[in-house]
C-alpha cells in the first residue's frame, strides 16, 4: 500500500465506479460544482460513495472509506448550476478521513495494491469468466460482452464485469472492498450465476406483464372515451386531485405539514387511479385536510353566564366549578388559549362524565367523548403506521376530525380502566397527549406530522387513582369527587331527575308528586351510594307506574301520581337497606370503622370475640396484609397495657381471640382500621360497650399512636348517609375536614384524638367502676376535641 496523499473528492448519492470502466457523472450540489469548476482534464480525483444515498451533504461517516481514484477525462455545461463530468477508474483508494470541506470535499488516503497469490489461477478464472459473461451475452440476444481487458489482466476483467452487471449498491460495494484478485474473481463469478437466474425469471415475469398492460390500455382508452363522452353531455366531474389541493389549501396546514401534503401529492399524480397505493395517499391526504388546524372555536369569556351554566347543569361540586372559573379567567385575562388537564377522580354516578359536557357547554366549545374502558392497545391512542394494511389515525386524531376545531374540551372517559396488552401500553401513549409541555407537537403515528393539542381542555374521568402509573398521575390535576349529601340528593331529584325522567317518558311535568318524606325514604332505605345512579332507577319505576297508568286510562285526562312514604312498598318493592348498627353493637367487641372504596365512602364492622384455647389470635374476613398486621398490633398493644385498659393480664391463658370483618366475601385492605380493631378488642376484654352512634377511622401505631388516613370525605359522609351522629378521625386530619359541607357537619359531632387512650374515652361508653379504664395510667399528649366544623388546612396520608 503507498503512502498517503490528498486528493480532490466527488460524493456519489448511489452506484460505484470500478477501476477500468468509464462514466460520465451530473453534477449538482454546490461543493460538485465548485469542484467541476476547479479541476481540468487529466487531473486525478477520488469518488467514494454515500453510506445512505441520501441528497444531504456527506459526513466522513456517511461515506464507505473504500472508493475509486480517477482521471478527469471531460467536463461540459449542463445548465446554469450543472456540470456533467466524465471520469475514468484507475484503481482503488482507501479513505482515512476528510480533510476540508470547503470550497469542496478533498480526502486523505493511500492507493491499494492489488495482490494475485497464484497468477496462472487468476488467468484461467478470469478467461472462464470472460466466456460465460459472453455466452450469456449471445444467449439474451444482447451486445457483444464490454470486458476489454485480457486474461493477463484479471483484477480488471472481474471489475468491468461487475459493473456491467446492474447490481445494487452495496453489492458493488463488496467487490470493490474484496482487495485480493482471485477471491474478487470467485465473488463475480457466483454474481453473474444469480443474475442470469433473474433474468430466466423477469423475462418470464414481463411476458405475462405485457399481457396484462393490454388489458389495462384498453381500459384505460375506454374511460377516456368515457370521459370525452361525459364533456360533451355537459356531465364532467371535477377533477379529483385538483378538489383535493384545494382542500388542502383551505385547511391552512403548517409549513411541515404542507411539505408533506405537497409530496404525497406529487406522488399521487404519477400513479394509476387503480393502484392500491392511489387509495391509500388520496386517503391520507383528506384526512390531513379534514383536521382543523387553525380553526378554533369562539369560547366564552363571561365569567358569570358560565357560573350561571354550571350551577344550573349540576348540584354542588362547587370545587371542580370553581376551578373551571379560574381557567376561563386566565383565558380571559391572559389572552393566552392553552388547555388544561383535569381529572375527575370519584365513585360512579355523582357526575364526572355529564359535568365534562356541561363545562363544554358554559365555554361554548364543541364536546367529544372518548371512551378508554378496556384499551390495551397503544395505537388506538396513537394511530397505526400507514405501512399497515387498513391503517387508521388514533382516537385523539379522530375525536379533532369529528370536532372540527383546535379547542374543543374532550374527555378522557374511565381513564383508570386502561389495559396494557403485547400491542403496547395506551396509558404510556397518553403521557405525551396530557403534558402540557409536550402535546404542543402530538404526533400521531399514522399522520407523521406534528399536531398542537396545547388549546385542547382535557378532563379525564376515574372511579380510583391507585391504578393509574406514577407519571400519569404526576400529569393530572386531581378533583375529588366524594360523593352527595342526601340534602343534595333531594335537590337533585327535584331539579334534575324527576323531570328528565318524565321527559325520557313522554309525561308531562308535575305529572309525579314524589312527597319529600317519600323521596328521603327512597334515599335512604332504597339506596346506599355515593352518588345519584341508583336513586334515578328507583325515580325511574315510579315513572313507569305512572306511564302505565296513562297507558291504561280510556278517559284522555292528564293523569297525576303522588307517592307518599306508605307507596313505596308497592311501586318499589322491599325496603332493601336498614341501619345495623345499633343492632350489631350491643354487645363488647363490636366497633363500626369507615372505610373507602372506588365506589365511595362505606362503614365496617370490626367483630371481635374470644373463645376456650391456647392463646392463638384468628384472623377472617379476607383481610390484606396490612389489616392482619393493624390486628396483631392491636393485640399487643392491649397486653402491653393489659391493667391501664381494665383487662386482664392473663386473658390469653386458655383463651384464643378471634377478629373478624363480616362481608367475607369482599377483599379488605389498608392501614385505615387500625383504630376501629383497637377499639373493638378494647371493647370485648374490657367489657365495655362500643357507642352505637359512633364510627371512627385512623392508623394506629404500637404505642397507641393515632396517624392520619386519607379519604376523610368519603368516610364522612358515609358515616352521615349510615344515621351516625358521632365520628373520631386523627388529629391530623382536622385540615380535611373544610372539603365536608357544612350541613353534614352541623349534624355529626366530631372528636379528634392524637393517641388511643382519646379514641377510648370518646368511643366507649361508661364502665362500672369495679371495671373501669385507667386513663390516667395511658399516654395523653394532647386533649381530646370535638367539633362540628372543620379545622384549616389540606389533605392527610394514603389509607383506605
Not at 405475462?208 to 384505460?220: L, N, P
Not at 365536608?740 to 370518646?762: C, K, N, Q, T
Request: net charge negative; hydrophobic share 40%; charged share 25%.
Amino acid at each position: 500500500m503507498s503512502s498517503r496523499t490528498t486528493f480532490p473528492l466527488l460524493p456519489l448519492r448511489n452506484g460505484v465506479i470500478f477501476p477500468g470502466t468509464t462514466v460520465t457523472l451530473p453534477l449538482g450540489r454546490e461543493r460538485s460544482v465548485a469542484l467541476a469548476r476547479a479541476v481540468r482534464p487529466g487531473d486525478i480525483l477520488v469518488v467514494v460513495t454515500q453510506k445512505d444515498g441520501s441528497v444531504t451533504e456527506p459526513t466522513e461517516d456517511g461515506l464507505y472509506h473504500y472508493g475509486t481514484f480517477a482521471r478527469v477525462q471531460q467536463i461540459a455545461r449542463a445548465g446554469d448550476r450543472e456540470y456533467r463530468m466524465t471520469v475514468e477508474g484507475l484503481g482503488r483508494f482507501e479513505m482515512a478521513h476528510l480533510v476540508s470541506t470547503d470550497p469542496y470535499w478533498t480526502a486523505e488516503g493511500s492507493i491499494v495494491e492489488e495482490p494475485v497469490s497464484n497468477v496462472e489461477e487468476a488467468r484461467l478464472l478470469a478467461k472462464v469468466l470472460r466466456e460465460r459473461v459472453e455466452e450469456l451475452a449471445g444467449r439474451s440476444g444482447g451486445a457483444a460482452s464490454s470486458v476489454r481487458a485480457s486474461e493477463d489482466q484479471p483484477g480488471l476483467v472481474a471489475d468491468q464485469i461487475a459493473a456491467g452487471l446492474g447490481l445494487a449498491t452495496d453489492k458493488e460495494m463488496e467487490v470493490l472492498q474484496t482487495i485480493d484478485v482471485i477471491d474478487r474473481l470467485r465473488q463475480v463469478a457466483a454474481l453473474v450465476n444469480e443474475v442470469s437466474t433473474l433474468s430466466e425469471m423477469r423475462r418470464k415475469i414481463e411476458g405475462d406483464v405485457r399481457k396484462e398492460i393490454g388489458k389495462t390500455q384498453r381500459d384505460v382508452l375506454l374511460r377516456e372515451q368515457m370521459r370525452a363522452i361525459q364533456r360533451e353531455l355537459g356531465d364532467d366531474k371535477e377533477d379529483d386531485l385538483s378538489r383535493l389541493r384545494e382542500k388542502l389549501d383551505k385547511a391552512g396546514l403548517p409549513d411541515e405539514a404542507r411539505s408533506v401534503a405537497d409530496r404525497e401529492l406529487k406522488r399521487l399524480e404519477g400513479m394509476s387511479p387503480q393502484s392500491p397505493e392511489s387509495n391509500v395517499a388520496r386517503t391520507y391526504l383528506e384526512t390531513l385536510a379534514e383536521l382543523p388546524w387553525n380553526t378554533r372555536a369562539e369560547a366564552k369569556d363571561d365569567i358569570d353566564a358560565i357560573k350561571a351554566k354550571l350551577d344550573a347543569d349540576h348540584h354542588g361540586l362547587e370545587e371542580v366549578k370553581k376551578r373551571i372559573l379560574e381557567h376561563m379567567a386566565v383565558l380571559k385575562v391572559s389572552k393566552n388559549p392553552r388547555g388544561t388537564i383535569l381529572c375527575l377522580a370519584g365513585p360512579p354516578g355523582v357526575g364526572k362524565t355529564s359535568l365534562g359536557q356541561s363545562i363544554a357547554d358554559a365555554t361554548g366549545r364543541p364536546f367529544v367523548r372518548i371512551s378508554l374502558g378496556g384499551v390495551r392497545d397503544e395505537a388506538e391512542v396513537r394511530g397505526h403506521r400507514r405501512t399497515y394494511v387498513g391503517a387508521l389515525p388514533g382516537r385523539i386524531v379522530h375525536a379533532l376530525r369529528k370536532a372540527k376545531v383546535k379547542n374543543p374540551v374532550f374527555l378522557l372517559d374511565e381513564i383508570d380502566k386502561l389495559g396494557t396488552g403485547w400491542q403496547g401500553s395506551p396509558e404510556a401513549a397518553l403521557l405525551e397527549v396530557l403534558d402540557p409541555e409536550q402535546n404542543k407537537t402530538f404526533t400521531d403515528h399514522y399522520l407523521e406530522v406534528p399536531f398542537d393539542l396545547s388549546e385542547v381542555i382535557f378532563i379525564a374521568t376515574a372511579n380510583t387513582l391507585e391504578t393509574l402509573s406514577a407519571p400519569l398521575r404526576d400529569r393530572l390535576e386531581i378533583l375529588e369527587l366524594a360523593g352527595y349529601t342526601p340534602d343534595e340528593k333531594t335537590h337533585i331529584a327535584q331539579s334534575h331527575l324527576i323531570p328528565k325522567a318524565l321527559r325520557d317518558h313522554g309525561l308531562d311535568e308535575g305529572s309525579l308528586n314524589l312527597t319529600e318524606p317519600a323521596l328521603s325514604a327512597v334515599i335512604t332505605d332504597y339506596t346506599r351510594e355515593a352518588g345519584v345512579r341508583q336513586l334515578t332507577r328507583q325515580i325511574t319505576k315510579l315513572v313507569r307506574a305512572l306511564a302505565l297508568e296513562v297507558a291504561r286510562a280510556t278517559d284522555g285526562k292528564p293523569h297525576k301520581l303522588t307517592v307518599d312514604t306508605p307507596d313505596l312498598a308497592t311501586h318499589l318493592g322491599k325496603r332493601r337497606f336498614f341501619s345495623e348498627v345499633a343492632e350489631r353493637t350491643q354487645v363488647p367487641g363490636v366497633a363500626t370503622g369507615l372505610a373507602w372504596t372506588p365506589v365511595g365512602g362505606d362503614i365496617l364492622f370490626i367483630e371481635t370475640s374470644r373463645m376456650p384455647g391456647k392463646g392463638m389470635l384468628e384472623i377472617t374476613g379476607q383481610l390484606g396484609d396490612v389489616m392482619k398486621e393493624s390486628a396483631r398490633a392491636a393485640l399487643t398493644y392491649v397486653r402491653s397495657n393489659a391493667t391501664a385498659l381494665g383487662v386482664d393480664p392473663r386473658f390469653l391463658e386458655g383463651q384464643d381471640v378471634h377478629v373478624h370483618v363480616p362481608a367475607g366475601g369482599v377483599p379488605k385492605d389498608g392501614p385505615s382500621a387500625g383504630v376501629t380493631i383497637f377499639t373493638a378488642l378494647t371493647s370485648l376484654l374490657s367489657g365495655r360497650k362500643v357507642r352505637s352512634d359512633t364510627a371512627m377511622t385512623g392508623e394506629v401505631t404500637l404505642r397507641g399512636r393515632v396517624l392520619p388516613v386519607g379519604g376523610i370525605k368519603a368516610k364522612v359522609l358515609a358515616a352521615h348517609r349510615a344515621g351516625l351522629t358521632r365520628v373520631i378521625l386523627p388529629e391530623k386530619n382536622a385540615r380535611d375536614l373544610d372539603e365536608v359541607p357544612e350541613e353534614v357537619r352541623r349534624h355529626l359531632e366530631i372528636g379528634f384524638a392524637s393517641d388511643m387512650s382519646e379514641v377510648l374515652a370518646f368511643a366507649l361508653e361508661p364502665a362500672d367502676t369495679a371495671q373501669g379504664i385507667d386513663l390516667s395510667a395511658l399516654p395523653m399528649d394532647i386533649p381530646l376535641t370535638t367539633s362540628g366544623k372543620a379545622g384549616a388546612g389540606g389533605g392527610a396520608g394514603a389509607g383506605s
